[in-house]
């Protein structure tokens, strides 16, 4: 029996059809595939550095060099794990994602709950883009408005001296640092994770609102039973995504406070990989960092994705 005679008894096309009939689809593919193996996939082949005293004036090019290079194997990584700044960097690290994840990420659900409830179109429009705008900014911006606001020099401490107070200056704060550059990317990401929402509750049908209305439901059971319930695959689908992206907590909005706080607040793993890795010219213990970085991401992703399966919900991918 041949394949194409067994799938369509099954009722599904065989492969060669299916490969005829989508050949256009297939074909639109290819330079995004292509691309992604260039810049995603083939990069990854540059881990075996970690393994390596890694030269790259070694060789006629970079890739050249990774063949001349000695080998070294585990040293870098007994380099990293003897290190004290490292687990500082890792403890900074997850402090600052709990933060996130507490602080940042119910404000974009709260927001986009709250824009639902606005009747008028116009005014849902102008709020939404209003608060989408500071995506766009870069994190240099996003820097200089909060040092004009809450700097030495800015607003708040001019008011306070104005009326006879002592200026505050909390950009330089190592103490509330953490909690500053939570602010800072909630101001500037919010909207992004209001249009995500906002666009999981347009699925939602109008007659649900309409039949419990009828029944008696008010605006809090509405939005309890049908509402919350419409965001719910949404919501576990970006903390998956969140949670895997746990260990990546913002490196130039970090590095370009370093010097205002010291190390001792601002270091986390991105920082600490470019200052002690590239800027020292160590690309194997550099590498061997961002391996580990990327093997932790894996495994919280994994364990995310599970805890979502079990809480009943698809997540990143299913069972």
Avoid: C
């Avoid at 299916?18 to 540059?46: E, K, N, Q, S």
């Avoid at 200052?275 to 994994?302: H, S, T």
């Amino acid at each position: 029996m041949t394949e194409e005679s067994a799938g369509q008894r099954e009722g599904k096309p065989a492969f060669r059809l299916r490969l005829r009939r989508d050949r256009t689809l297939i074909l639109m593919t290819l330079p995004a595939i292509a691309l992604l193996l260039v810049f995603t996939y083939l990069p990854v082949l540059g881990n075996v550095v970690a393994f390596q005293d890694y030269d790259p004036y070694l060789g006629d090019n970079g890739f050249s060099a990774m063949f001349l290079s000695p080998w070294t194997g585990l040293e870098n990584f007994r380099r990293i794990f003897a290190d004290p700044g490292f687990w500082h960097a890792v403890q900074n690290t997850f402090v600052l994602f709990l933060l996130q994840l507490v602080l940042y990420f119910p404000i974009p659900v709260a927001l986009a709950l709250l824009i639902n409830s606005v009747v008028r179109p116009r005014v849902r429009a102008v709020a939404q883009a209003v608060m989408y705008l500071p995506h766009f900014f870069s994190w240099v911006l996003v820097v200089t408005v909060f040092q004009q606001i809450l700097g030495g020099a800015g607003i708040i401490a001019q008011t306070l001296r104005r009326h006879g107070h002592q200026g505050i200056d909390l950009m330089t704060d190592p103490g509330i640092f953490k909690f500053l550059v939570t602010a800072e990317g909630v101001w500037k990401d919010a909207g992004w994770g209001i249009i995500v929402f906002l666009a999981a509750l347009s699925s939602v049908p109008p007659d649900l609102y309409e039949a419990a209305a009828m029944d008696g439901a008010g605006r809090r059971r509405r939005m309890w039973h049908i509402t919350l319930p419409a965001l719910r695959p949404v919501i576990a689908l970006l903390l998956v995504l969140r949670v895997g992206d746990a260990l990546t907590v913002g490196f130039e909005q970090l590095l370009l406070q370093r010097d205002a706080v010291g190390p001792g607040a601002s270091e986390v793993l991105d920082t600490y990989v470019w200052w002690n890795g590239i800027r020292n010219q160590d690309f194997g213990y550099a590498a061997a960092a961002g391996l580990i970085k990327g093997v932790i991401g894996l495994g919280l992703v994994l364990t995310a994705n599970k805890v979502a399966h079990l809480m009943g919900e698809q997540g990143v991918y299913e069972k």
